[in-house]
């Protein structure tokens, strides 16, 4: 995506009114991205977020050094997903599949840095998850909504969207539940956390 629109974008796409869920479409954009399984035990979760974050520090002196330009790094997001879709509604946490990810743009961004930002991180981390990789991702229209709170607090909202605005709008789900982490659980009080809530649509007709 080119700077400009990526830009003139960013409120759109990361962050929606608390009040309500409202409709996007969300354009295809590049991604680094980490797969696993499980969330109950947090220890490969959390190994997969050390390494996003730690192959994306080195691109803003990349970017710098190189390009004259300023890469400010994005939250991290997440896709959460399970093979039984009761297991996602009932929060079965052992078994959801989930891919963290922190977006790769804008265009300038090539896959030599992204390459170069790994191979630093290894000096520190040693090799990285099998499934580290930079990826597209498209999601289209979508229905989203900032969930101001805890994450054990989300299950309402979700099932709000899912019973009452998608029905209302003729829509159905289409593609995997999406969270953008707009504040760091370590840093912030619970009650004041920002994760936006978004899920890919289509018409149900």
Aim: with cysteine.
């Amino acid at each position: 995506m080119k700077d400009a629109v990526l830009k003139a974008r960013l409120k759109e796409l990361y962050l929606p009114p608390a009040g309500g869920f409202v409709l996007v479409d969300v354009p295809e954009m590049r991604y680094v991205m980490i797969d696993g399984r499980g969330a109950a035990d947090r220890a490969a979760l959390d190994h997969a977020v050390k390494w996003l974050f730690a192959a994306i520090y080195p691109i803003k002196r990349i970017a710098r050094e190189r390009m004259g330009k300023n890469f400010v790094e994005p939250p991290l997001e997440g896709l959460w997903w399970a093979d039984d879709m009761q297991d996602f509604v009932c929060g079965n946490r052992d078994k959801l599949n989930w891919r963290m990810m922190i977006v790769f743009e804008p265009d300038w961004l090539t896959a030599e840095m992204f390459a170069d930002g790994v191979s630093a991180a290894k000096a520190r981390l040693g090799e990285p998850p099998a499934t580290l990789r930079l990826e597209s991702y498209h999601e289209g229209l979508s229905a989203q909504v900032m969930h101001v709170g805890p994450p054990s607090e989300e299950g309402p909202i979700i099932a709000r969207l899912h019973r009452e605005f998608l029905p209302a709008h003729k829509l159905t789900a289409n593609g995997r539940h999406h969270e953008i982490y707009l504040t760091d659980p370590n840093r912030v009080a619970p009650e004041k956390q920002k994760t936006v809530l978004r899920q890919p649509v289509r018409s149900s007709d």
